[in-house]
C-alpha cells in the first residue's frame, strides 16, 4: 500500500499480497485495507469475493490453481479441472477434508502462450494434460510427513 502512496487503486495489488502472504483473505485483514487505502469495507468486500482468485478461506496444504480464461479454455483447461474434480473430489474454492489440497480457478495467470496453465503451489505448469494434473494432487494426497 505504501508502494501506491495509499492510493485505491492499489486495491487488488494489496489483496493479491496479503492472500499469497497469508494464503487466504480474512475480515480483519479487508478492514485494515478498507481503513488504509480511505475506501469502503463493502468495495473492498465486493472485490476480495468477486475474484475466483481470491479467498476467504484458510487453504490448505498445497494449492492447485486451474486457468480457465479464454485461452486456456480452448486449449483444454476445462479437460483439466474436470480430471482433477474427479480424481479429488474437490470442487473449486474447496479444501480436502484433511487440509492437504485447494483447488482453486483462476480466469488468466498471465502466461497465455503456455496455454493450459495450472500452478502447483505456485509453480506454472504450461501445456498441461489432465493426466499430469492429477499425478500431482495424487503425490501431494499421497505425502506422508
Ligand atoms: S488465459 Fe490462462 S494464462 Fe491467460
Known sequence: MRH???????L????HTIQSTFGYLDLEALRFVAG???????????????YNFFTMKPQGEHVCVVCLGTACYIKGS????EAIERFSHLTPGETTPDKKVS??????????????VATFDGELAGKIEPMQA?????EWLNFEH
Open 4 to 10: 501506491h502512496g495509499f492510493s485505491s487503486e492499489a
Open 12 to 15: 487488488i495489488e494489496t489483496l
Open 36 to 50: 488504509n487505502l480511505r475506501l469502503p469495507l463493502s468495495r473492498v468486500y465486493g472485490v476480495a469475493t468477486f
Open 78 to 81: 476445462p479437460d483439466v479441472l
Open 103 to 116: 483447488l482453486v480457478i483462476a480466469r488468466c495467470l498471465g502466461t497465455c502462450g503456455l496455454a493450459p
Open 134 to 138: 492429477t499425478g500431482k494432487i495424487e
